[in-house]
């Protein structure tokens, strides 16, 4: 699409977020609430190299408090990406083989268009004047970065969690651009109990005196919702393996309420460091976002109806010890897209580490999805 | 591939669609989709021959097809295949009602329990036999509802399904089953492929 190609420019911004490539996507954009934006950024990184028929790029989504940089070392955060057990050189997503491209969703806070940006028309920080997105407008974005990197059939579109519903959203939107479909311990509506969740964490931040103050951050409130979404990431048996009733530091209890066990102490890590690397008010957008996706409502009531005459082969997968997005969430999928005779395959994989196993050095997930993409990009190339 | 794939492949057109019910390892697949261009799906409940099938580029859902059968739609496919594990079900009744709904036609395999060693080792031995298409022990076996070519037939007969085609695995030869041939197939097979719907 060499016509599209002089709408975008691509620009290495050299302020605080230098190290980030930002896509300003001059098209404009109308949100679902209504408002239409223009000339917003997108962050994303690349990995590999793109062929020269440019049919081996992968898209990968990530979830809620993930960023574009999904493996190496994070230049911002300086900790490793958060998908560095699947994709890198010789690993199940093999950047010697594949172009992997992963964006900063919008409301992010790795540099793409979000709450803690500017707003060129007030030049303040959005913060909460913010428009509150939705699953479909992230991923309707992130079409226009396809675009500008001239790839108009992806080999995979893959994600867990929030990104496996954004993989879901781009089936639906974009039937012919992608070979494989891969969602990942997701599901297609946001469940009761996971709406609840999410605003616990929400509470906790708008709980926080320091919330909407100038100058400032909700950081024990953004700390308590982190440590409550955590819990939600592991499983029961995880966590008796991992922490028991082991003791921190010490041999008895201290008849205190510092952190005598090793999980407390482990939590209140979680959420110290998650502070450090994650916007608050990004928190409660990207949140919002997950609670209003429901994709069955979206193709009025019929989630068949999302993925009508998708050729695209489809695998889904879930965790047996997934409480969170349980396998029974993401069979209604599989059953949906049964309904419609897509070409779908579905594998529930046993582990002990909860919704977090997608993220997690899991040997069965990841010699799965990386034997599927081998085998899809094999019959791509016949 | 195993002579009782070769047969019904040959039953199978080219570019049909099929659903392998209990596809294992996914080879009758594989071959359906690679030379008969057919467009197939499988549904398998072990979790390691699942992964086997998508590693492979199979489209295997993991599941029990107990439960599962109920969510494909109506004639949706032209042929489901069903590979010896009829009589491995809680409720084959059930499971050969869903198939047949399913599938345009079915075609179902079934170890022949009539087969002349079966009955020379329980009616010599006394115990119950463990043959080469039978190797389990009663207690081990996942066989519960065992039957015979003879038996099916007559099921077929009871509740109105129509049998356009029956074959039998007699020394590892594929043969035709007629009215005239039945009994003596009923002994010398080890197995019977059956064309319904």
Known sequence: ?382 | MKKEFEAISKIIENNKRVLDVGCGDGTLMEYLKEKQKNDVRGLEPQKKLVQKCIAKGLPVIEGDAEKELIQFPKKSFDYVVLSQTLQAFFNPEEVLEQLLRIGKQTIVSIPNFGYWKVRLHLLFKGTMPVTKNLPNEWYNTPNLHMCTIQDFVNFCDKKKIKIDKSMCLTNEKISEITKRNMKYKNIFSQLGIFLIE
């Open chain 1, 1 to 382: 699409m060499p016509g599209l190609a002089g709408l975008f420019f691509c620009l290495i911004m050299n302020s605080e977020l230098k190290n980030i490539k930002r896509l300003i996507v001059n098209q404009s954009l109308e949100l679902d609430c209504g408002k239409i934006i223009k000339g917003f950024p997108l962050a994303y990184e690349t990995y590999g190299t793109l062929n020269k028929n440019k049919d081996n790029a992968i898209l990968a989504f990530h979830a809620l408090t993930g960023d574009q940089f999904c493996t190496n070392i994070n230049p911002i955060t300086k900790r490793e990406g958060w998908w560095t057990f699947a994709v890198g050189p010789g690993k199940a997503i093999d950047t010697n083989k594949y172009f992997v491209i992963c964006a900063n969703v919008l409301g992010g806070c790795m540099g793409s268009y979000g709450p803690k940006e500017i707003n060129p028309e007030t030049n303040k920080l959005f913060g909460t004047t913010f428009p509150v997105i939705t699953i479909r407008d992230i991923v309707r974005a992130q079409k226009y970065l396809l675009d500008s990197l001239g790839i108009e059939k992806l080999l995979s579109v893959i994600g867990g969690s929030m990104g496996g519903m954004q993989v879901l959203q781009f089936a639906a939107l974009y039937p012919e651009l992608s070979h494989s479909t891969i969602p990942i311990a997701c599901s297609a509506s946001h469940s009761a109990q996971n709406i609840a969740l999410n605003e616990l964490g929400r509470q906790a931040i708008m709980a926080d005196p320091n919330w909407k103050k100038e100058n400032s951050s909700p950081d024990k409130g953004l700390a308590v919702a982190r440590m409550a979404a955590h819990i939600t990431y592991l499983s029961k048996k995880g966590l008796e393996e991992k922490f028991g009733r082991k003791l921190q530091d010490k041999g008895s209890l201290k008849f205190s309420f510092d952190a005598d066990f090793q999980i407390e102490s482990y939590l209140r890590y979680q959420g110290a460091t998650f502070v450090d690397r994650f916007d608050a008010n990004s928190y409660l957008y990207i949140t919002r976002a997950m609670d209003y996706f429901d994709l069955e409502k979206q193709y009025k009531g019929n989630l068949s109806h999302a993925f009508k005459d998708n050729k695209s082969k489809f695998c889904i997968i879930s965790f047996s010890s997934d409480w969170l997005y349980p396998t029974i969430e993401n069979k209604e999928i599989v059953i949906a897209l049964n309904a419609c005779g897509a070409n779908v395959r579905f594998a529930e994989i046993n582990s002990d580490k909860g919704h977090d196993s997608f993220l997690l050095n899991v040997p069965e997930f990841l010699k799965t999805i990386g034997e599927f993409i081998n085998s899809t990009y094999n019959e791509v190339k016949k």
